[in-house]
Nanobody, 128 residues
Framework: QVQVVESGGGLVQAGGSLRLSCSAS????????MAWFRQVPGSEREGISCNKWFDDFTHYGDSVKGRLSMSRDNDKKTVYLQLDNLKAEDTAIYYC?????????????????????WGRGTPVTVSS
C-alpha cells in the first residue's frame, strides 16, 4: 500500500522556523522524485520545491527561494523541508508528493501534474 505522509506543521510566529517531514512507503524511494506544494483554501496549489533521486537535483519556486531548503534521506525514505524566516503569507496546507522520476521530472519547475502520489497535507500557520 502506497502511503505519503507529511508531519511537522504547526503554529509559529513570524520570523520563526519549521521543519516539515515527508515519508513515502510502498514505493521504491530511491527511484522517486519528491516534491513539496502548498495551498491556501480557495487558491491554486503552488509548487515550492522538487528533488530528483538520480542526481540530487533540487528546484525551488521563486516565491520561497532563499528561505527554504529541501533535503532527502534515502535510508529513512524521508524528505524534509526546512522553512526559515516565515512570513504570514506562508500560512497554508503543505503537501508532499512523489513520482517515479523520468529525465524531465522536476527539470522544468515544480509541477503538480508530474506527481501521482500525494499526502494529505500538514497545516502551517504563521502568526504576525
Amino acid at each position: 500500500q502506497v502511503q505519503v505522509v507529511e508531519s511537522g506543521g504547526g503554529l509559529v510566529q513570524a520570523g520563526g522556523s519549521l521543519r516539515l517531514s515527508c515519508s513515502a512507503s510502498g514505493l521504491t524511494f530511491q527511484r522517486l522524485s519528491m516534491a513539496w506544494f502548498r495551498q491556501v483554501p480557495g487558491s491554486e496549489r503552488e509548487g515550492i520545491s522538487c528533488n530528483k533521486w538520480f542526481d540530487d537535483f533540487t528546484h525551488y519556486g521563486d516565491s520561497v527561494k532563499g528561505r527554504l531548503s529541501m533535503s532527502r534521506d534515502n535510508d529513512k525514505k524521508t524528505v524534509y523541508l526546512q522553512l526559515d524566516n516565515l512570513k504570514a503569507e506562508d500560512t497554508a496546507i503543505y503537501y508532499c508528493a512523489a513520482e517515479y522520476e523520468t529525465p524531465s521530472t522536476c527539470r522544468g519547475g515544480v509541477t503538480s501534474a508530474e506527481y501521482t502520489y500525494w499526502g494529505r497535507g500538514t497545516p502551517v500557520t504563521v502568526s504576525s
